[in-house]
């Protein structure tokens, strides 16, 4: 009897072990899965930042071209509107 109730005691043990194994392993599965959830994002997230930096670069590109070109305008008006005040003038 002894003998029988010390085998059931070795065979629980040996029972509980390999739940706590399979619990852990569970965990670790459940934290890569997060952690491979999270590269993907940081990925794509850096992948975003890369295209709207390089469309900041562009639209700054854009409005540089297009103040330099009201600034010419408006020089012009202003240089016609000397023009016309020495016609006037004269």
Avoid: C, P, W
Wanted: proline share 0%; charged share 40%; net charge positive.
């Amino acid at each position: 009897m002894k003998t029988f109730l010390e085998s059931f005691v070795k065979d629980a043990d040996t029972h509980s072990a390999d739940i706590g194994i399979s619990n852990q392993r569970k965990d670790v599965n459940k934290d890569e899965k997060i952690y491979q959830r999270l590269l993907n994002e940081q990925k794509d997230l850096q992948k975003k930042k890369s295209n709207i930096e390089g469309r900041l670069l562009e639209i700054e590109n854009e409005l540089n071209a297009i103040e330099e070109g009201i600034n010419k305008k408006k020089s012009g008006i202003e240089d016609a509107k000397i023009k016309r005040s020495n016609i006037s003038g004269q």
